[in-house]
């Protein structure tokens, strides 16, 4: 068992878990033809189909339950405001298999030559009163149960009176938050609390106006939008998701990471030899000083950023997003690109930390404008 | 339904009475005809149309999440209003007020209720986005609802956000504190954040920790009285205001742009 615990402690590691769900998630939700055909080999699929659910969510809940049998872990998942992120875990989960399986369903129906279950339910109208209105009225009490019963139960967590010369530790925001307080750890406030969340409103509300795929309306389905759920599934699971996980249960002390069998000691020390872009630059392969002139100083970092967001985006019109270029046209090409760059930005940056220990990119402390 | 004219239970009875009728104009909804028109008669269940495609019954295709998204919303409102009675905003009283409330008032569940029904409501509203994602029912014609509902899922994290400060205890306090140095860092608009040190005339920062984006939040230079009346107010009328805006478009936009998605 402890050798399970250890073994589990050192996977949920970001630098591990996060690859690996990446990889994971990426062959689970095919973005084109030939990852798809690999999912179909893997039988990866399979998760989508009753059976599947049924071994995940055994599986799921049967980590929780032997979790629960350990003190430390025991400590963090049943504090009372960490309870709604528990249940958060399993519903997205759930509902990602509902729709799933429903799409996967979908998708045979049509390969047949067969329109959507929701195609034929469509034609059939059904009067509101009593049919919709019952669901509602049912709903609302069996939620209202569950919140008077989860209410009951569960007292409202009230810690000591506010002190302002006792910070905690750690101190961590409001959990749906803390992805974004998780992201500090690789980039500064400005961009972690600032640019990134505006970025992500923005990208949200740019979805429909940069999906140009006129099919999947109004039923579920995976084959006709592979890249959008792809892309979409992607970041809503592991930006999102994931990080809120991490930052709520995996993140202790001094913001630094505790297995979920491990204890929160407040003295565990973490060693940590972060480099500037600029220091690697000059001092490790050129053997030589930094330069005092910020612009020279910082040119490597400069050099990067312009050619990630300025040489890549054409570069990958010309090859790999072709057609997507072709039909959004110039302008739509340049947002998507833009924000799918910001977004696979988080990644890069976390792989240059965990490999070669970077801290900037660009580093101008002088103007607090770090990247 | 032929004969229940001449065997009427109580309820009959009292459904034909005049004042019963005066309020439900349509009386028991028995033929169609009736039921479709409970429906457009009722300013609340009007909200629906009167039939919609057997999918939009589904459990499996709708979740439920938007309706029940609405339905904790208004549980808040009231649980909300009730606390409002025993709770005062300032930082002598907050914090003894919670107490008060949870050892004084006979019952007292109803922070309870709205502190987890808060946490449901951000779950059921992301799932809901999801949802919406999933069976493409952001696609045209409704792009601007899909806006409008991303809109609403911001209001709901800065309406639990807000409320997050209102207990007055380390949790709160410390929460906002993390969250509100984000602020600071604001490009420009924040004292620590990149390029405010250009926003200078001289010798003289435009931008400084007295002037800047956080400092606009909290009302101050850390979390203390201003900001707690200030997140007070904007939890109790200015963001409900806001949201209670943007819901009502979210909810006419549903019916304008043809009612709950359905394949082409």
Same mark, same amino acid.
């Given at each position: 068992m402890e050798a399970f615990k250890d073994f589990v402690n050192h996977v949920t590691r970001p630098r591990v878990l996060f690859p690996l769900l990446l990889v994971f998630t990426v062959l689970m939700f095919p973005p084109n033809e030939i990852l798809f055909k690999i999912n179909k080999k893997l039988r990866l699929y399979k998760l989508w189909t009753r059976m599947g659910g049924i071994i995940f969510f055994s599986l799921m809940i049967a980590f929780f339950a032997f979790g629960l049998t350990d003190p430390n872990f025991k400590k963090i998942v049943t504090k009372p405001d960490n309870v709604p992120i528990v249940g958060l875990l399993f =519903?997205?989960? *759930? *509902? =990602?298999?509902?729709s799933m399986k429903q799409a996967y369903e979908n998708d045979a129906r049509m390969d047949e030559g067969k329109e959507s279950s929701e195609a034929g339910d469509a034609k059939e109208k059904v009067l509101v009163w009593p049919d919709l209105v019952y669901i509602e009225f049912i709903s609302l009490i069996l939620c209202t149960i569950l919140l008077m019963v989860w209410s009951i139960l569960l007292k409202a967590p009230l810690e000591e009176p506010a002190n302002p010369t006792v910070s905690p530790n750690p101190s961590k925001a409001p959990w749906y938050f803390l992805g974004l307080q998780e992201m500090l750890v690789?980039?500064?406030?400005? =961009?972690?609390?600032?640019?990134f969340p505006t970025v992500i409103i923005l990208g949200l509300m740019a979805i429909p106006y940069l999906d140009s795929n006129k099919k999947g309306r109004g039923y579920y389905s995976f084959k006709e939008?592979?890249?959008?759920?792809?892309?979409?599934?992607?970041?809503? =699971?592991l930006f999102w998701i994931f990080l809120i996980t991490v930052g709520t249960f995996l993140r202790g002390p001094n913001w630094n990471f505790f297995g979920p069998f491990e204890y929160w000691d407040v003295n565990k020390l973490e060693v940590l030899t972060n480099v500037n872009l600029s220091e690697y630059f000059y001092m490790i392969w050129f053997k030589r000083q930094v330069p005092q002139n910020i612009i020279l100083r910082e040119l490597p970092g400069f050099f990067l950023m312009v050619s990630y967001f300025g040489i890549l985006p054409p570069l990958l019109a010309k090859t790999l997003f072709r057609n997507i270029f072709k039909n959004l046209g110039a302008f739509r090409y340049s947002v998507f690109v833009v924000l799918l760059l910001i977004a696979a930005s988080l990644p890069m940056k976390m792989f240059l930390r965990w490999a070669f220990n970077i801290k900037y990119i660009i580093a101008i402390p002088e103007f607090f404008f770090n990247i | 339904?032929?004969?229940?004219?001449?065997?009427?239970? &109580?309820l009959g009875r009292i459904a034909e009475t005049q004042v019963v009728k005066s309020i439900f104009r349509t009386g028991v909804p028995r033929s169609r005809r009736q039921r479709m028109m409970i429906i457009l008669n009722d300013v609340f269940l009007h909200l629906h149309p009167a039939r919609l495609p057997v999918s939009g019954v589904k459990l499996k295709y709708t979740w439920c999440m938007g309706g029940l998204s609405f339905f904790i919303f208004l549980v808040l409102t009231v649980t909300g209003i009730l606390l409002m009675f025993y709770y005062r905003p300032t930082v002598e009283y907050a914090y003894g007020d919670m107490i008060d409330l949870r050892e004084q008032v006979p019952l007292g569940i109803m922070r309870e209720i709205h502190r987890w029904g808060a946490h449901l409501m951000v779950i059921s509203v992301w799932l809901h986005m999801f949802r919406v994602f999933m069976t493409g029912a952001y696609k045209p014609p409704r792009e601007f609802n899909w806006v409008?509902?991303? &809109?609403?899922?911001?209001?709901?994290?800065l309406l639990s956000f807000t409320g997050y400060l209102l207990p007055w205890d380390q949790l709160a306090i410390w929460a906002i504190t993390v969250g509100s140095n984000m602020a600071g860092a604001t490009p420009f608009a924040g004292a620590l954040g990149p390029g405010s040190s250009l926003l200078a005339l001289g010798d003289v920062n435009f931008i400084t920790p007295s002037s800047d984006a956080r400092f606009a939040l909290l009302g101050g230079r850390f979390v203390g009285e201003g900001a707690l009346l200030r997140f007070y107010v904007l939890h109790c009328i200015g963001l409900p205001f806001i949201i209670m805006i943007f819901m009502s478009v979210h909810f006419w936009r549903v019916r304008k742009d043809g009612g709950i998605s359905t394949p082409l």
């Open positions: =519903l997205v989960n *759930f *509902f =990602l298999w509902v690789y980039f500064d406030p400005w =961009l972690a609390g600032v640019v939008r592979k890249m959008a759920i792809s892309i979409f599934v992607t970041l809503w =699971l | 339904m032929a004969n229940s004219g001449d065997k009427k239970n &109580i409008v509902g991303v &809109i609403l899922l911001v209001l709901t994290m």
